[in-house]
Each structure stands twice: as C-alpha cells, then as structure tokens.
C-alpha cells in the first residue's frame, strides 16, 4: 500500500473514531445508529466495515483513544517531577484535567463498562492511566511488595469515584486533597 493509500486509510478511520466519538458523548453508544456515524464522518457504510467489525469495535476504539490521551496527559505532566509523591499528585491533577474534556468521564467511566463490560473496560484502563498509576506507586512505595497490585486497583477505583464527583459537581480541590491524603496514609502505613 502506498504512503498516499496508507494516510488516506488512516484518515478515514480517525474519521470515524472522531464521529463516533462525537455522537456517543451525544447520545450514548445505545441510541447511536451506524447510518449517522458514517453521515458524520462523511464516508460510506463499507468503509465502517472495512475498519470495525461492528459499531461495538468502533466504541472500543474510541474508548482506547480516549484511554491513552488520558495516560499521555498523566505522563506528560508527572514527567517533570523527581520526587515519587510529587510526580504522583501531579499526575492526579492532570487525570482530573483530562477527565473534564466533554464526555470523557461518561464515556471511560460510565458507558465503557456497560457496553464493553467491566473485565475489558479494566484491562484498557490497567494499559493506560492504571500503567502510570502503578508506576509511580512502585517508586514511592517500594515497601508495597504483593500489594502493589491491589493498591493500584483500589487507588485507581478512587480516581474513578472522583471523576465522576467532579463531573457531578463535587469540589475538585477536596477531592485532589483527599488522593493526597490517601497516598501519605499508605506511605506512613507501610514504612512502619
């Protein structure tokens, strides 16, 4: 396949994931119809099928855009940090600043689970934000052996809870105090 060929492919499947995208936040994944998710990206019908199995692939899809924009956001911020905690309460802040992009905590948080279901939404999420929430607890929490595992998904359960809150109209700021909050009580707990 040429370059011309290979970008042309590529730019018709972002068009679909950016409709898609566009028309779940909109209306949900269950009242959005395939018909108005190829109008929107202004391709035909066999180019949907050409690139997603089925309406469900093309979620998946967005959802794993969705996914890794938040981790690179996580990253992005966290990176400039030395210090274990720092690094992670700036990434907190910045899961938080990326989860307010419109539609993002229904679509990950919400809808993701339901359509997807819990086990594949979690292993999408284990890949991205999940991946650099264990990573910075493994440096700031060496100690954490066999529980680091457990620790990250209960942490990363929090994050979740906070999102939605704050979608909800929950004070942000409480909420980041709190993940601070948790985070020193288990560095206090385990170098005791």
């Given at each position: 396949?040429?370059?011309?060929?290979?970008?042309?492919?590529?730019?018709?499947?972002?068009?679909?994931?950016?409709?898609?995208?566009?028309?779940?936040?909109?209306?949900?994944?269950?009242?959005?119809?395939?018909?108005?998710?190829?109008?929107?990206?202004?391709?035909?019908?066999?180019?949907?099928?050409?690139?997603?199995?089925?309406k469900k692939a093309?979620?998946?899809?967005?959802?794993?855009?969705?996914?890794?924009?938040?981790?690179?956001?996580?990253?992005?911020?966290?990176?400039?940090?030395?210090?274990?905690?720092?690094?992670?309460?700036?990434?907190?802040?910045?899961?938080?600043?990326?989860?307010?992009?419109?539609?993002?905590?229904?679509?990950?948080?919400?809808?993701?689970?339901?359509?997807?279901?819990?086990?594949?939404?979690?292993?999408?999420?284990?890949?991205?934000?999940?991946?650099?929430?264990?990573?910075?607890?493994?440096?700031?929490?060496?100690?954490?052996?066999?529980?680091?595992?457990?620790?990250?998904?209960?942490?990363?359960?929090?994050?979740?809870?906070?999102?939605?809150?704050?979608?909800?109209?929950?004070?942000?700021?409480?909420?980041?105090?709190?993940?601070?909050?948790?985070?020193?009580?288990?560095?206090?707990?385990?170098?005791?």
């Open positions: 396949m040429s370059r011309s060929n290979r970008e042309r492919t590529e730019q018709t499947r972002q068009a679909l994931i950016d409709a898609g995208r566009g028309l779940f936040v909109e209306k949900g994944y269950a009242e959005t119809a395939t018909p108005e998710i190829v109008t929107a990206a202004g391709v035909t019908r066999g180019a949907l099928y050409h690139h997603f199995e089925d093309l979620f998946r899809a967005v959802i794993e855009c969705e996914a890794r924009a938040v981790a690179a956001a996580i990253e992005a911020r966290s990176a400039s940090y030395g210090a274990p905690r720092a690094m992670l309460i700036a990434g907190a802040s910045a899961y938080f600043d990326a989860m307010m992009a419109p539609g993002r905590t229904r679509l990950l948080l919400i809808e993701a689970p339901a359509v997807l279901g819990p086990l594949a939404s979690a292993a999408i999420d284990a890949e991205n934000a999940e991946a650099t929430l264990r990573a910075g607890l493994a440096a700031m929490l060496p100690e954490a052996g066999a529980m680091l595992e457990p620790l990250t998904s209960l942490l990363s359960a929090a994050f979740d809870r906070a999102a939605i809150a704050i979608e909800a109209g929950g004070e942000r700021r409480h909420y980041e105090q709190a993940i601070a909050v948790l985070l020193d009580g288990l560095a206090d707990h385990l170098r005791r």
